[in-house]
């Protein structure tokens, strides 16, 4: 089937929204709760609204904050500052205090636009980021704060704005944080690089047409939520239908309501999903693919496959960062291995290295490197951080931190970053906390746990778990490792198991892993000491 999608040759957000309102304008394109815009009304909203930004000082360069939730306000803005040559700074709703600080001030931006959810945690810094000089309140205007009204911003012309841009020009800083206790970076990508993950998926990856429609409750600030869903969808000329975030109780309703024919996912919402569904048959429900990933693990295996089954939906998981543009590999309805990453997308070389960035055997694990194939499509660089660009572009790979291996048939397998990873022996490679402690988390009487690793005599790492009981739960450390050992391959089961009352946090709630590292074996239970079994 023929797409009413921009040309080939359209290399810019803005470009690509005109060509594809002059090919398919009454087509719905997107969906908000129970607003609905076709592709010719977005494409006269963001000029509008780009318009009006001009009338007020915004131009090519400059850089708006979006610190909001998402609403119809947040993609015609998007659109809006593209069409300018405007940067766009999408906020994580989740920054709070000095990280919100952090990241306002180093966006250097004079403008942010909030909503009635944010305004709290935006106020509360505003003292400390003279930078921004105008925010504007989408919604009702509070009365007790000097904000612009948004509506106010709606007084320009529908015209397209003066200016040219180009497939080059920066078109976004999103803020990237990987530990808590660091200041978050700016990634810059370029106009380019949207179009360029959208149409991949598009037509690459997933196959989507007219009768597509892409559903999800993740968030806009995410770069994968805009460009494989906003993008996706309009380089194919298909529906992108969105929601307020991610309620397990309504999702259903939701995908039926909207009649979704594709859902996006990120982190454990799948996971969420198949553990409360107990039909006795697969559901009846609208949807074909579930793309995202999140599962990641190779225990995962299972779950996925379950989860097709209950529901029959097929499950397509990738692996990418904010700094690759948001994919680099991925399975595809034609090729897959289930519990894999896919294989690297067309425009992509990925290898898997050692610590100097020599290439490691096939089957041993390392760290996941990317580079593009393809001018444009990757980061540009992280914002006033040139030492940190050159460190993580050393010897022209992208070093993305992540840990993985390759197997015979070039299939990524994604085992953890190194944050959440666990060093077992140049033989055993790395194996992922996050794999561990979601087997623990599903154990009896666990109200939660944190996996560590802590450093032996030979200079690798053993595994302890720290486990947190249910309130009145008698669990003990064998209940907790014979459970590992009927879940987890034997080079995954913790040696040590410490039981506690709670697991140390910090103030946003965060689990102090470095300081359970520090503490060492302690007084942990040792399965070597003594404890017998059999494998």
């Known amino acids: 089937m023929s797409t009413p999608g921009p040309p080939a040759g359209s290399e810019t957000l803005g470009g690509a929204l005109e060509a594809a309102a002059e090919n398919a304008g009454d087509r719905p394109f997107v969906r908000y709760r129970g607003e609905t815009l076709t592709y010719a009304e977005l494409d006269e909203r963001a000029n509008v609204l780009a318009n009006g930004l001009a009338a007020r000082g915004i131009g090519d360069g400059d850089t708006v904050c979006l610190f909001m939730y998402n609403s119809m306000e947040y993609v015609s803005l998007y659109f809006a500052l593209a069409k300018l040559g405007a940067v766009v700074a999408p906020i994580d709703t989740r920054f709070t205090g000095e990280t919100l600080a952090a990241a306002l001030a180093k966006s250097d931006a004079e403008t942010i636009v909030v909503d009635d959810r944010t305004r709290g945690a935006y106020e509360s810094v505003r003292q400390d980021v003279p930078n921004i000089t105008a925010a504007y309140f989408v919604g009702d205007r509070p009365s007790d704060r000097p904000y612009r009204p948004f509506a106010s911003l709606l007084d320009g012309d529908s015209t397209p704005p003066d200016g040219e841009c180009r497939g080059s020009d920066t078109v976004s800083v999103t803020f990237v944080q990987r530990r808590a206790t660091e200041r978050p970076k700016g990634v810059l990508l370029p106009q380019y690089a949207y179009i360029n993950t959208g149409r991949e998926a598009a037509d690459e990856l997933f196959g989507f047409d007219t009768n597509d429609r892409i559903f999800t409750t993740l968030p806009l600030y995410s770069i994968f939520t805009f460009q494989l ?245 008698s669990l003990s450390p064998i209940d907790v490792y014979e459970h590992c050992k009927r879940s987890l391959p034997y080079l995954k089961v913790p040696r040590y198991v410490e039981i506690r009352p709670d697991l140390p946090r910090n103030p946003t709630g965060k689990i102090r892993r470095r300081g359970l590292e520090e503490e060492g074996i302690g007084s942990a239970w040792d399965r070597e000491a003594g404890y017998e079994f059999s494998r």
């Open 229 to 473: 869903g906003v993008v996706g969808a309009l380089v194919s000329g298909a529906e992108f239908v969105f929601s307020g975030p991610f309620d397990p109780e309504t999702y259903w309703r939701d995908v039926e309501a909207r009649d979704a024919t594709v859902i996006l996912y990120l982190g454990r919402l799948l996971s969420v999903l198949n553990g409360r569904y107990d039909g006795p048959e697969p559901m009846d429900n609208p949807v074909e693919l579930a793309i995202g990933h999140g599962f990641g693990f190779g225990t995962d295996e299972t779950l996925i496959r379950e989860f097709e089954d209950r529901f029959d939906i097929t499950v397509l998981e990738g692996y990418g960062v904010t700094q690759t543009s948001t994919i680099a590999t991925y399975n595809t309805p034609e090729q897959r291995r289930i519990g894999s990453s896919g294989r690297p997308v067309s425009y992509a070389d990925v290898e898997i290295v050692d610590e100097n960035d020599w290439p490691v055997e096939t089957g041993e694990s390392g760290e996941i490197v990317v580079r593009p194939r393809r001018p444009n499509t990757m980061l540009q660089g992280y914002l006033n951080e040139p030492e940190r660009t050159a460190e993580v572009c050393r010897n022209q790979w992208i070093h993305s931190g992540d840990i993985g291996y390759k197997d015979e048939d070039g299939f990524v397998h994604f085992i953890a970053n190194e944050d959440n990873s666990i060093y077992r022996g140049r033989i055993a490679g790395r194996v992922s906390s996050l794999e561990i402690e979601s087997v623990i988390d599903a154990a009896a009487d666990v109200e939660t746990a944190a996996v560590v690793g802590v450093e032996d005599r030979r200079g690798t790492e053993e595994i302890k778990a720290v486990v947190v009981p249910e309130d009145g739960a």
